[in-house]
T-cell receptor, first 110, second 112 residues
Framework: GQQLNQSPQSMFIQEGEDVSMNCTSS?????WLWYKQEPGEGPVLLIA?????ELTSNGRLTAQFGITRKDSFLNISASIPSDVGIYFC??????????FGAGTRLTVKP | NAGVTQTPKFQVLKTGQSMTLQCAQD?????MYWYRQDPGMGLRLIYY???????DKGEVPNGYNVSRLNKREFSLRLESAAPSQTSVYFC???????????FGPGTRLLVL
């Protein structure tokens, strides 16, 4: 099936450090999205990528849609305590079907 | 503009009981989705409706049925609940394939 492999599973970092996480797949996706989820809430969209090679920023967040359409990464610069949460990548196929990675749990130590 | 709303927020069922989870969106989005989220597994797509009048199976459809009642509403039904269906269920909507999905707050379901 169209599975997404997200890594790392968890990260423990110091406030101010940069963070990088990525997703890979053996399948090609039309769209890559990155979401953040906090306890008891639904996922909230951070960045959406619609074209292969696209590099998009949203404040301290930067994400790229891999040129092969099989991977994406998310970088967070100068992390702050409120960055804590679970980050999910998601890939959407042309028929609306959507797949999510298992998530990266981020802990930021002040 | 409430976005995506889901009811109920919490539910406890006994094995074999049935129930319907409701979802509505007020963003005039064409597509709607139902996911389940289990610990350590991310979100898995159960069913989706690309447009009003159509529904399709996702990754884990067994044990569920859906109805796209109108453009705003997309319900998920468990005909005979099983303990394996204990999960958090999220509904999402999307304007089109060139747009992002927006999620509701979730329904926490416990099947005993």
């Amino acid at each position: 099936g169209q599975q997404l492999n997200q890594s790392p599973q968890s990260m423990f970092i110091q406030e101010g450090e940069d963070v990088s996480m990525n997703c890979t797949s053996s399948s090609i996706f039309n769209t890559w999205l990155w979401y953040k989820q906090e306890p008891g809430e639904g996922p909230v969209l951070l960045i959406a990528l619609y074209k292969a090679g696209e590099l998009t920023s949203n404040g301290r967040l930067t994400a790229q849609f891999g040129i092969t359409r099989k991977d994406s990464f998310l970088n967070i610069s100068a992390s702050i305590p409120s960055d804590v949460g679970i980050y999910f990548c998601a890939g959407q196929l042309g028929n609306n079907d959507m797949r999510f990675g298992a998530g990266t749990r981020l802990t930021v130590k002040p | 503009n409430a976005g995506v709303t889901q009811t109920p927020k919490f539910q406890v069922l006994k094995t074999g009981q049935s129930m319907t989870l409701q979802c509505a969106q007020d963003m005039n989005h064409n597509s709607m989705y139902w996911y389940r989220q289990d610990p350590g597994m991310g979100l898995r797509l159960i069913y989706y409706s690309a447009s009003e009048g159509t529904t399709d199976k996702g990754e884990v459809p067994n044990g569920y049925n859906v109805s796209r009642l109108n453009k705003r509403e997309f319900s998920l039904r468990l005909e005979s609940a099983a303990p394996s269906q204990t999960s958090v269920y999220f509904c999402a909507s999307q304007r089109g394939l060139d747009a992002a999905q927006y999620f509701g707050p979730g329904t926490r379901l416990l099947v005993l």
